[in-house]
């Protein structure tokens, strides 16, 4: 894609995020290379929202973020959707007041190729049929694996390079969490870089190409899969054997 | 007989002010859960300017309609923009007093500029009414509640069918989440009280139309009900708000009928005080249909 190999897709040096007094992240840097699986584990509380708020805009931060090369720096969040970053927050942000099917839609909002859209909907219809089945509810229907399949969906519309995905596996049964990690697999085949944030930190080490450890504010360790699994302090302190 | 149908039609006239205005109390709350009480001002200003354009420049009735339509419109986005956008971290409390004191900036605006009642200028007067079975309907007045409709319906298939109706209702949702769907949260409210103010400027012409005489206090009382209207509907809920200017005209009309007239604004104003005590959340929608 024109770019030199080597260059991230997305570079974060030196970012800040606080709230108020208290500061979330205090200098982190770190880079995510295209078709990459990048996971970002911590304790709850280390800051990984935090930083992914700041990648796609949603909170004030020093530092810099920069994607393909070019600066965020004044980028509105919603810019930063049509620059190529999805960021699938926290908690799933689906609209309950909402169908299934205009959740989906407004996601494509920033998209004008009206059988773009149409062939990434019967995508994501094909791969969760129960959004298929779902698509006249209101979002606040779902149950919480139906939302977290919506909200991956949501992201598939948007039809972006880099999908930032907050703790997606969180609330749900073992069953449904091997699902998720699965599509997530699927989603990266398909040429998506993502970057994990998860606090089951097992899965989420193998499901990566690297990693790194977030320890109140700050990137206490990072490294490849194997090296991070088989690392004593990741092991004693995220693995819990 | 022929007088209840009489004063149906009066209904009819008097709820469609008032569901055009309360669309825009309910639409603003939608998304920014405040309450805009300067919107009876912005639906005065509209009458204001379609006076501006159709007598004191002379304008036919369309261009002068549609140009005080569009500029109310504006005004309602330049209202927000420099009023309530600065406040929309701080507390509801402090953008709803600033509301306030937008709606006496405009009346006393207006009365600066017009120290005197104006009279919009009679247009129709070649227009004639229709009669059957002792009820009388001025064709003007059919028009003004036909057009009233028009407009609801087309609001009603905005909000309900439209990527900007799911934006302003994801907003009205989770405002939080709005961005990462690519949607521009400043641009979409922005919208909002284009469409809202725009709806009450309409509401003001259509409103002088039948009452021509025209001052810059006019749109107090008649926010107050519309305002009423709102909360009967439910307040954030579209098609509550076009049902609550309608039930609201039918009470009113039903207290001239029983009551004294001057009853008309108590028994209003006391259904808003039941309501808040009883039924904060109106009459149709169940508790929470919008997050609050
Ligand atoms: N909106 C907020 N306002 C104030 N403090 C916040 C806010 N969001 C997060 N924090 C604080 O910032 C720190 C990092 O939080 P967060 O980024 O959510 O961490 P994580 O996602 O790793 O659990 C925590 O101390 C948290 O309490
Ligand atoms: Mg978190």
């Known amino acids: ?241 | 007989m022929a007088y209840f149908l009489q004063q149906f039609i009066n209904v009819l006239q008097t709820g469609s002010t008032y569901s055009l205005i309360a669309l825009g109390y309910t639409m603003v709350y939608g998304v920014l859960s405040m309450i805009n009480f300067a919107h009876g001002d912005i639906f005065m200003v509209g009458a204001f300017l379609f006076f501006l354009f159709v007598s004191t420049l002379k304008l036919p009735f369309v261009p002068s309609m549609l140009a005080a339509t569009v500029l109310t419109a504006l005004l309602g986005v330049a209202t927000e923009r420099f009023a309530y956008r600065p406040l929309r971290g701080a507390p509801k409390m402090s953008a709803v007093i600033t509301a306030l004191g937008v709606g006496v900036l405009l009346e006393h605006l207006t009365l600066a500029i017009n120290p005197y009642p104006r009279h919009i200028p009679a247009m129709f007067e070649g227009s004639g009414t229709w009669s059957a079975g002792g009820v009388v309907i001025s064709q003007l007045k059919a028009a003004i509640i036909v057009f009233s409709l028009l407009m609801m319906a087309l609001l009603d298939f905005t909000i309900n069918k439209t990527k900007l109706g799911m934006a302003i209702r994801a907003i009205s949702w989770d405002m939080s989440v709005v961005p990462l769907m690519g949607v521009s949260v400043n641009g979409v409210i922005a919208a909002t009280f284009a469409i809202g103010a725009g709806l009450g400027g309409i509401a003001g012409v259509l409103y002088s139309l039948a009452y021509p005489v025209i001052n810059p206090y006019m749109g107090v009382m008649v926010g107050w009900k519309a305002f009423i209207s709102a909360v009967i509907g439910g307040i954030g809920n579209v098609r509550g708000a076009i049902v609550g200017g309608y039930v609201l005209g039918l009470v009113e009309t039903l207290t001239i009928v029983f009551l004294p007239a001057t009853y008309r604004d108590v028994t209003a104003f006391s259904l808003l005080l039941i309501l808040l005590v009883y039924r904060p959340y109106g009459l149709m929608g169940k508790p929470k249909t919008f997050k609050v």
């Open chain 1, 1 to 241: 894609m024109g770019e030199r190999p080597g260059e991230p897709l997305l570079k974060v040096t030196n970012l800040t995020v606080s709230y108020g007094p208290i500061k979330a992240v205090k200098g982190v840097s770190l880079e995510v290379y295209r078709g990459e699986v990048v996971s970002l584990i911590g304790a709850n509380g280390a800051g990984k929202s935090s930083l992914l708020r700041a990648i796609s805009g949603l909170v004030p931060y020093g530092g810099e973020v920069a994607f393909e090369g070019g600066s965020l720096a004044g980028v509105p969040a919603h810019k930063r959707v049509g620059r190529g970053i999805t960021h699938v927050p926290e908690g799933r942000g689906i609209f309950g007041n909402l169908s299934v099917m205009e959740n989906l839609t407004l996601a494509t909002w920033q998209r004008k190729d009206k059988t773009g859209i149409a062939g990434d909907l019967d995508r994501v219809f094909t791969r969760f049929p129960r959004l298929r089945e779902r698509s006249g509810q209101p979002g606040n229907t779902l149950s919480g694996g139906e939302q977290q399949m919506l909200a991956i969906g949501r992201a598939l519309m948007a039809n972006n390079e880099c999908m930032l995905l907050d703790e997606p596996s969180m609330g749900l049964s073992p069953l449904l969490v091997e699902d998720i990690f699965q599509v997530i697999r699927e989603i990266n085949a398909g040429g998506v870089t993502i970057v994990l944030v998860e606090q089951n930190a097992n899965m989420a080490i193998l499901a990566s190409n690297r990693g790194y450890v977030m320890e109140s504010g700050v990137i206490a360790l990072s490294g490849s899969r194997d090296e991070l699994s088989s690392d004593p302090r990741v092991i004693d302190a995220y693995l819990g054997v």
